[in-house]
């Protein structure tokens, strides 16, 4: 089966960047759309952004749109998340989930419940 696993974070001050990977294996990356979501402490699981198998469609959260920038290299199996001017709010667990590209909402940003298959996540901390 497709199996997700995200590295990358860790702790950074107000201000610092980070960019997230999303490793695939079980499958081809080129069958999939990839988003990325995140859990704050006491928050329910926030769409941050998605993008297609292709890469012609990408879509952002409002809140995220100018900070996070998403891409993929499907030749290393591989998505990114940049994150950029971080804010102590942008803390919580982050993960990656893949869905079949036939099944991918190109106009939207990304619904947790559209998706099938999930990393485990890895934690960003902001903070001074």
């Known amino acids: 089966q497709l199996q997700l696993v995200e590295s990358g974070g860790g702790l950074v001050q107000p201000g610092g960047s980070l960019r997230l990977s999303c490793v695939v294996s079980?499958?081809?990356?080129?069958?999939?759309?990839i988003g990325w979501f995140r859990r704050a402490p006491g928050k329910e699981r926030e769409g941050i952004s998605c993008i297609s198998s292709t890469g012609d469609s990408i879509n952002y959260s409002d809140s995220m749109k100018g900070r996070f920038t998403i891409s993929r290299d499907n030749a290393k199996n591989t998505v990114y998340l940049q994150m950029n001017s971080l804010k102590p709010e942008d803390t919580a667990v982050y993960y990656c989930?893949?869905?079949?590209?036939?099944?991918?909402?190109?106009?939207?940003?990304?619904?947790?419940?559209?998706?099938?298959?999930w990393g485990q996540g890895t934690q960003v901390t902001v903070s001074s």
């Open positions: 079980g499958a081809t990356l080129d069958d999939y759309a």
């Open positions: 989930a893949a869905v079949p590209d036939e099944y991918y909402d190109r106009r939207n940003p990304p619904v947790w419940l559209e998706y099938d298959y």
